[in-house]
């Protein structure tokens, strides 16, 4: 089939290039032209492993074709996939939908007569296939350009995006036209997992849900974490504990300073805001938004216990992404956190293996760059490992102590064994033990 994606991103890149992969030819469009001569040569504009490859190969037989122009592919293509961003909203925290919208105009103009599935991929409240449909309608060239809106939200990880995209656990197509349900089973006819049809609606639902879910689990257990913590329990052997029990499950389960990254942060908050749009004020994600943020200042009031005043002190913090294997920044935890400690006048020295160039773009000259963990810990008179980096896992600590000013971790991600690191006469502060 030929097909055009909106958002040559982590999504639109990788699904476009999977697309290909399939046999199908795939324009991926987006503004800038630097990065789509650069997407031309094989060079990809963010971090995942594998990601490359494919995009060349498929570049070089002709099948993934990068451009700036949506009248390139649009007018050629059966199907339409729209993955630009939907950052939030900073009034309310509502899905902004401007990048969305503006793609469906410039779609809209492009499509050709006869007729072509325009796909929601982006994460958009329930609602938003009806505005864009409205918006193709407005803006479409004439009676005989006939489409159907479909909503299929994604739901690979950072990191993972290449390995997600080709084995996901369900493709969701949601539609209320027949043709438009058969072309989108037929352009998915290679993929192994099972596709869910549903109403536009309800595919909607099935992201924020499916989101709000997993933020959910990361919220719980940082409650948990916190009870733990004044009841001299670990939390860890809660996990253990509770996730024998196969309702549960012993996965998915990371007590830190909170969920945060690209997508959980801001797709929790919308969902809230649609709950409140809805008339449902007393609600769930409110809260779990609101106990989310106040994480980071539980960390620092923990950090400023422990030292006294933060005040010209020399912090060493180690993660700067979300988590690890990736170098997005969006929604990263780290950065508030260390915009908090400055704040406070204390003295930062970071380093993260994939994510600081991008992170240097947002915290500046505030900070110290270090190239490698050992450079952050020297002089530091307590050392802050945000994220279970293998690299930060298999630290010396006998050559962390003997560097650090006053040998104190903060274990946020509970990745180090607390007897062997208090053996070695460190103060460890951990989540939830
Ligand atoms: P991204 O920022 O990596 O990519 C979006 C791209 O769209 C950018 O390259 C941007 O330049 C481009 N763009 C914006 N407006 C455009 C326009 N009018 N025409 C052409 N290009 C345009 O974002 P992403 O991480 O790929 O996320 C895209 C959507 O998918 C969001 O709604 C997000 O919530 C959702 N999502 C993201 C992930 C994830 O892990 N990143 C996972 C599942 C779903």
Redesign the pocket.
């Known amino acids: 089939m030929k097909v055009t994606v909106?958002?040559?991103?982590?999504?639109?890149?990788?699904g476009g290039a999977v697309l290909a992969d399939h046999g199908h030819t795939v324009w991926v469009?987006?503004?800038?032209r630097e990065?789509i001569e650069n997407l031309k040569k094989g060079i990809i504009?963010?971090y995942e492993p594998g990601l490359p490859a494919v995009v060349r190969r498929n570049v070089k037989t002709g099948r993934l074709i990068p451009t700036?122009a949506?009248a390139e592919g649009v007018p050629q293509s059966e199907v339409v996939f729209?993955?630009?961003?939907?950052?939030q909203n900073e009034k309310d925290g509502a899905?902004d939908l401007?990048?969305?919208f503006?793609?469906a105009?410039?779609v809209a103009k492009h499509l050709r007569e006869g007729f072509t599935v325009v796909v929601d991929?982006?994460?958009?409240p329930p609602g938003t296939a009806e505005r864009v449909e409205k918006i193709i309608n407005k803006y479409k060239r004439g009676p005989r350009v006939k489409f159907a809106v479909v909503s299929s939200?994604?739901?690979?990880?950072?990191g993972k995006?290449l390995e997600d995209t080709v084995h996901p656990d369900r493709i969701v197509i949601g539609s209320a036209s027949p043709p438009a349900t058969k072309i989108m089973v037929a352009l998915h006819k290679k993929f192994k997992c099972p596709l869910v049809v549903t109403s536009v609606r309800s595919a909607e639902v099935i992201?924020y849900a499916a989101?709000a879910y997993l933020s959910l689990r990361i919220g719980f257990i940082d409650q948990i974490a916190n009870l733990c913590e004044k009841m001299g329990a670990d939390v860890m052997d809660v996990i253990g504990g509770i996730g024998l029990d196969r309702r549960i499950g012993t996965h998915y389960w990371f007590p830190g300073m909170g969920y945060g990254?690209?997508?959980f942060p801001?797709?929790v908050k919308a969902l809230a805001a649609l709950f409140v749009k809805v008339g449902e004020k007393d609600n769930l994600f409110i809260k779990l938004d609101r106990l989310n943020e106040a994480r980071v200042a539980r960390y620092v009031t923990r950090l400023r216990k422990a030292l006294g005043s933060l005040r010209g002190k020399r912090i060493g913090v180690l993660g700067l992404a979300a988590k690890p294997g990736t170098d997005?920044i969006?929604g990263s935890v780290a950065l508030h956190f260390v915009k908090a400690l400055k704040k406070l006048g204390a003295k930062i020295k970071v380093y993260d293996p994939l994510a600081q160039e991008n992170a240097r773009l947002v915290l500046q000259k505030t900070v110290t760059y270090c190239r490698n963990p050992y450079q952050v810990i020297k002089g530091t008179a307590a050392l802050v490992v945000m994220v279970e980096d293998e690299e930060f896992k298999k630290l010396k600590m006998e050559k962390v102590k003997k560097l650090m000013k006053k040998p104190l971790i903060f274990d946020v991600k509970n990745i180090y064994n607390l007897a062997r690191l208090r053996r070695f006469g460190f103060t460890v502060h951990a989540t939830g033990r």
């Open positions: 909106i958002g040559a991103g982590y999504v639109g890149l990788t469009v987006r503004r800038d990065k504009p963010i700036t949506y729209i993955a630009v961003g939907t950052p899905a401007t990048q969305v503006a793609a105009r410039e991929k982006s994460t958009v939200p994604e739901f690979l990880r950072e995006a992201k989101n990254g690209y997508c801001k797709d997005d969006r």
